[in-house]
């Protein structure tokens, strides 16, 4: 989406505007790819769309012809996701390490790997201050 945003950088103004209609349009017709929980990699599904796409010629006031690059395209959307990645990164070695067990049981989830129930109850304790007994402040001590 930033790279929609933003604009997709080209050779020439009118490229970048037509490369930008180009990715808004591949981008809205292929939505699904991003909707509501998705399996690992779905993503790279629609890179990989996206640079299977031949090059579409676009016709211009004054005869004027652009060609859109979906290659190219696909090129910066992946030099945009490095530097999202990067970001995300970041913000993540900044998380306070109390959080690091439940991001790893989330990441773990999302990736279809089974997660154990003791490490469930371990985060819940953690959570919860200690899991019941003794004014510890936990969810459920309110009655």
Sequence with gaps: RRLI????EDETPEHEVESTNFL???YADRMLYFVGPQRYRRAD???EELMLTPP???SKD???VVIVNPLNIAELLLIKRDKVASEWQQIAKETPQEHSEIRRMQLDRMMG???M???EMMV???LTGGGGGGGSGGIDEQQ
């Excluded at 945003?5 to 997709?8: L, M, T, Y």
């Design 5 to 8: 945003n933003e604009g997709v």
């Design 24 to 26: 808004r349009n591949f």
């Design 45 to 47: 599904e629609f890179v």
């Design 56 to 58: 579409v010629v676009v």
């Design 62 to 64: 004054g005869g004027n």
């Design 113 to 115: 790997r089974p997660v």
């Design 117 to 119: 129930r003791d490490q």
């Design 124 to 126: 819940e304790e953690g």
